[in-house]
Every structure is written in structure tokens, then in C-alpha cells.
């Protein structure tokens, strides 16, 4: 059975930094894309950073300059870096994963992925 699991969530105040992880028990597809997305409350979910098996990498223009997705394929852990946080970066962090290969030219949608996260709460203050 397949299992995410986030850490690294916590309050923060503007500027800050945070490092969000995922570690996936259970998960074997090494050739497949994983991402990290996020939910403020009453908005709906959004793609923040996608990356393939082959270390492609996409990120939502929010992102952009400012976090860094990367993933250790030996320790089937998924990272997220986030610098510069703004109070608009508040959010529940979900890590996801696919069940097949593929590489991405874009975030993939929510329906593309197959394994999700309880996610880990992140709070920005100005």
C-alpha cells in the first residue's frame, strides 16, 4: 500500500524559509512524476511544483524564483524548498505521486495524480 507522508510545515513570517518533505513508503515507480500542490481555505487546489523521473521540473508562475522542487530517488523522498514566503503562500501542502510513467511539460492536473498526502499546514505572517 502506498503511502505519503509530509513534514516541514509550520508559521513563518514573511521572507522566511521552509523545507517541505515527503517521504513515500510502498511507492516503486521511480519512472513516474510526483509534485506538491496546495489548498487555501475555500480555494480550490493548485499545482505549486511538478518533477519527472528524468529531474524535469515545472512550477506554477507563484513559485517561480522561489521554491525549489527536488527528489532523492534512494530515500523515496520528495523535497520542497520554499524562500521568500509570502503570507499568500498560506496553505495545506499535499505531496502527490502518479502511478505511471510519464514526463511533464507542464504541472499535471489533480486528476493525473494517484497517491496523495495528509498534507502539512504551512502559515505565512506578514
Known amino acids: 500500500q502506498v503511502q505519503l507522508q509530509e513534514s516541514g510545515g509550520g508559521s513563518v513570517q514573511a521572507g522566511g524559509s521552509l523545507r517541505l518533505s515527503c517521504a513515500a513508503s510502498g511507492y516503486t515507480h521511480s519512472r513516474n512524476f510526483m509534485g506538491w500542490f496546495r489548498q487555501a481555505p475555500g480555494k480550490e487546489r493548485e499545482g505549486v511544483a511538478a518533477?519527472?523521473?528524468?529531474?524535469?521540473?515545472k512550477y506554477a508562475d507563484s513559485a517561480k524564483g522561489r521554491f525549489t522542487i527536488s527528489r532523492d530517488h534512494a530515500e523515496n523522498t520528495l523535497y520542497l524548498q520554499m524562500n521568500s514566503l509570502k503570507p499568500e503562500d498560506t496553505a495545506m501542502y499535499y505531496c502527490?505521486?502518479?502511478?505511471?510513467?510519464?514526463?511533464?511539460?507542464?504541472?499535471?492536473?489533480?486528476?493525473?495524480?494517484?497517491?496523495w498526502g495528509q498534507g502539512t499546514q504551512v502559515t505565512v505572517s506578514s
Open positions: 518533477i519527472d523521473s528524468d529531474g524535469n521540473t
Open positions: 502527490a505521486a502518479s502511478r505511471f510513467p510519464a514526463t511533464i511539460a507542464t504541472i499535471p492536473p489533480v486528476k493525473a495524480f494517484d497517491y
